[in-house]
């Protein structure tokens, strides 16, 4: 068992993009609850008051024009504590104690002797409505799923769980899913743990498409690793979709889930069309302070359709 406390100081590593709607909000939630930590964010040049917000709570700010995967790549390059809190800037967090709750449990003996490396702090309301109750139908059908869940939007780290980890750039979602296969081979396991919060999760449906892609861009790095991910994603969700709607009688339920579904399958067809978001990557001028990252571009090699 590994020993904490929560004087302890952390690393919190946030990527950002035009964050300025939830990000004070986000972090204030923090700063109540975790005192000691410094903020370390890698920006992907936002244009709408997002810089502004983070020199207010005294970030460490990087910059990167690629993709999501290597801006948390960049966040774990750039950390050295020995606990890290990978939290997005649309995570608000209400619950008092959730972070003595989270770090008494990081480190500890799992069921099966595994420690764990990772805990998702997982906010109760995650809009949308009607993919919350897909996911909690069958989170009380078999519970293990809400156990395994993970995410990179809300998670506390061990440091030696996620030691050499090296995220391809051309995941520019899925990456949670890398890092979570990464965890297991190092030995250790996540949990999950409900707070009271939200995590303002927009365009959910409209998103679809860009994690199909980054699932095929995925499998072709990782290989059958990410055929669960693949058969439950791509070609298992229209019938989980169903049985879920049967179950709870609710057949918004069900149309919003095929639409999705739908999403990832053209995703998933046509990676090279939608493997990115498409992101305006002029750079602003830098305040004093921040610091940029520049690496040498590369080419991506994405999957052919």
């Known amino acids: 068992m590994i020993m904490h406390t929560r004087q302890e100081r952390i690393d919190v590593l946030m990527p950002t993009y035009n964050s300025a709607r939830y990000l004070d909000s986000a972090l204030r939630s923090l700063e109540k609850s975790v005192s000691s930590h410094r903020l370390i964010v890698v920006d992907h040049h936002s244009k709408d008051g997002t810089l502004e917000v983070l020199k207010k709570h005294k970030a460490d700010v990087y910059f990167d024009d690629k993709s999501l995967g290597n801006a948390r ?4 390059e750039k950390s050295s504590s020995r606990v890290l809190l990978m939290l997005d800037s649309d995570v608000v967090i209400y619950e008092r104690g959730w972070y003595e709750k989270a770090i008494k449990l990081l480190g ?8 764990i490396g990772a805990v998702v702090i997982l906010p109760r309301v995650n809009p949308p409505v009607e993919l919350e109750k897909f996911k909690r139908f069958w989170w009380r059908l078999l519970p293990s799923l809400h156990g395994d869940f993970f995410v990179t939007h809300s998670t506390l780290f061990l440091r030696d769980s996620i030691k050499g980890i090296h995220i391809p750039e051309q995941l520019g979602a899925a990456e949670d899913v ?3 296969l990464h965890i297991r081979k190092r030995g250790y396991v ?38 669960q991910f693949v058969l ?18 609710d057949p918004g339920m069900l149309r919003y889930n095929i639409r999705r579904w739908f999403g990832y399958l053209v995703g998933y067809l046509f990676p090279k069309r939608y493997w990115q978001i498409n992101r305006d990557s002029t750079s602003p001028s830098r305040s004093q302070g921040q610091a940029a990252v520049h690496r040498n571009p590369s080419k991506l090699v994405i999957p052919e359709s």
């Open 178 to 180: 890398y890092v979570w």
């Open 232 to 249: 439950r994603n791509v070609f298992f969700y229209p019938f989980l979709a169903f049985v879920a709607a049967v179950f709870t009688q």
């Open 190 to 227: 996540s949990r999950t743990i409900m707070v009271d919060g939200i995590h303002h999760f927009t365009l959910s449906e409209k998103k679809g498409r860009w994690m199909g892609a980054n699932l095929r861009i995925l499998q072709s790095i990782v290989g059958k690793e990410a055929l």
């Open 73 to 76: 790549q960049i966040l774990f």
């Open 108 to 115: 500890t003996p799992s069921e099966d002797g595994r420690l």
